[in-house]
């Protein structure tokens, strides 16, 4: 079957696996992950995203769509992996003479389309509650300057919402729709809660919705109406967010749960083949190149993964589509094609030093909690 695409993840963030659990989002930023974050190295990102990549690959990720910052260590590590990926630079408000956005265009003019193609690169607004107006407008003039596409989380949670209501006026789809960032190819990671204008607003502008099931539950941030978007005709996609929220970074887990709780309220909602979809080709279609990729069609990229369908959990094979969502471990992933090159060869990595990048990983995260 095609890969997976990962629409919505910081890969960067790994070494924060487990580090900071049962809270909710605002908590968990302020008092647990920025301050541990400010400390970390070019070195420590580098590490992180090796494990991401690794641990993606091995539960069938081809492409991933990443927001962070010492991007240049995860694009280093691309190298390595083989991965399909959108990389942007999260850009947030504290940023003097416009330098993170100095370092976006960097990224760009270095990286893009490097790697035999395998590489582009976005801008990465973090959120409305971390930008003002006048740097948002900033980034959509940056965006249709060089034809970057936009990477921004929005209304993750009730609280977002009921801010920026408080601060603007309006709600973070309003704003963003004001300050013109959805005039460029935007990914809007959660949408958790969006009102009816604000699903209007996303649709006029073709923005694609991710889908972040695991991360919104664990951070009690809610859950979205995947049926609701839909229904809109919006492009819905799937995203882990990062290991740190999840706290792991499988597709298979996501397609599980989405479909699932989606059923809460409807048996018909979110059937297998719309979930695996929003895995897929919707993913695809959200960093905009489903034309490449996202389904197994003659002409497009050899991203494909196999799935080892001879064992319990699969049998009886009585619907191959449900099998897929409802039935497959991340261990019967056996084989990973990207680009038409094999990455892991029957639950084998044919690059990467798996011993290698766990010690490196936990060492880096050592040091890391010792620094000052």
Known sequence: MPGFINAHTHVGMSLFRNYSDDVELMDWLNNKIW???DKL??????????LSQSEMIMTGTTTFADMYYYEDQTIKALEKSKMRAQISRGLTLEDENYLKIKENIDLYQKYENSQDGRINIALGPHAVYTTDKNYLKEISKVSKKYNMPIHIHLSETKIENDDCIKRFGQSPTEVFEECGIFENKTIAAHGVHLSDRDLEILSKYDVSVVHNPSSNLKLSSGFLDCTRVINKGINLAMGTDSSASNNNLSMLK????????????DPKNLRAYDVLKMATINGAKALGIDKETGSLEEGKLADIILIDLNNPNHTPQNNLISSLSYSTFDTDVSYVIINGELVYDNKKFVNLDIEEI??????????????K
Do not use: G
């Open 35 to 37: 301050p541990l974050e």
């Open 41 to 50: 190295t070019e070195k420590d990102v580098y590490w992180a995203s090796l």
């Open 254 to 265: 996501e397609i599980s749960i989405a479909s699932l709780v989606s059923k809460y309220k």
């Open 358 to 371: 766990m010690k490196n990983s936990k060492l880096a995260f050592d040091n890391l909690r010792k620094r």
